[in-house]
């Protein structure tokens, strides 16, 4: 069964960096896009951007261009999304997702990684 | 970015009512919108994708409609598990956009 397992929570101090782990079993890993998204309580889900790891070439939104980072390591069937210049405002929960490549809808979910700035 | 707008933003049902939620797009997006469900402290599970389409393993009381800017949501004999928040996506076009969620919540 597909899965995707998250890294742990996080506590970090303003100005620096995080970086969260998102290892995928259960499918093809190198073709299919895999997504970061985060949700602060009460909101909706932003996504952050995306890579295909056959590919290797990620895209970002626009709002997290210059500050996020999304890379995948095929050999360890892992992708890693690294957020900089951390602000209070960045306290969130961080989901990876799996992509469908022909409907970009998100099937698979990781179990959210809660990243607290302070 | 294109901007979803979802109404209402909670309402309150009793067991076996019929639940419609509206998802408006702030420009045509043809049929490229899921619908998700949220339970507290999980990740949003995907019901229905490009308008209609119910995803495998999700009960025939969760249908989907509409196309270009307006979409609904509709739990047709709501369930005690259906208490949640739902969310709309918009698949049409780069950044990925949701709406702001629709709490269902017990009468």
């Known amino acids: 069964q597909v899965q995707l397992l998250q890294s742990g929570a996080e506590v970090k101090k303003p100005g620096s960096s995080v970086k969260i782990s998102c290892k995928a079993s259960g499918y093809t890993f190198t073709t299919y896009t895999v997504s970061w998204l985060r949700q602060v309580p009460g909101h909706g889900p932003e996504w952050m951007g995306g890579?295909?790891?056959?590919?290797?070439?990620?895209n970002y939104a626009q709002n997290f261009q210059g500050r996020v980072t999304i890379t995948a390591d095929e050999s360890a069937n892992t992708v890693y999304m690294e957020l900089s210049s951390l602000t209070s405002d960045d306290t969130a929960v961080y989901y990876c997702?799996?992509?469908?490549?022909?409907?970009?809808?998100?099937?698979?979910w990781g179990q959210g990684s809660l990243v607290t700035v302070s | 970015a294109i901007q979803l707008t979802q109404s209402p933003s909670s309402l309150s049902a009793s067991v076996g009512d019929r639940v419609t939620i509206t998802c408006r797009a702030s420009q045509g997006i043809h049929s490229a919108l899921a619908w998700y469900q949220q339970k507290p402290g999980k990740a949003p599970n995907l019901l229905i994708y490009d308008a209609s389409n119910l995803e495998s393993g999700v009960p025939s009381r969760f249908s989907g409609s509409g196309s270009g800017t307006d979409f609904t949501l509709t739990i047709g004999s709501l369930q005690p598990e259906d208490f949640a928040t739902y969310y709309c996506q918009q698949a049409h076009s780069f950044p990925w956009t949701f709406g702001q969620g629709t709490k269902v919540e017990i009468k």
């Open positions: 997702a799996r992509g469908r490549n022909n409907v970009p809808v998100f099937d698979y």
């Open positions: 890579i295909i790891p056959i590919f290797g070439a990620a």
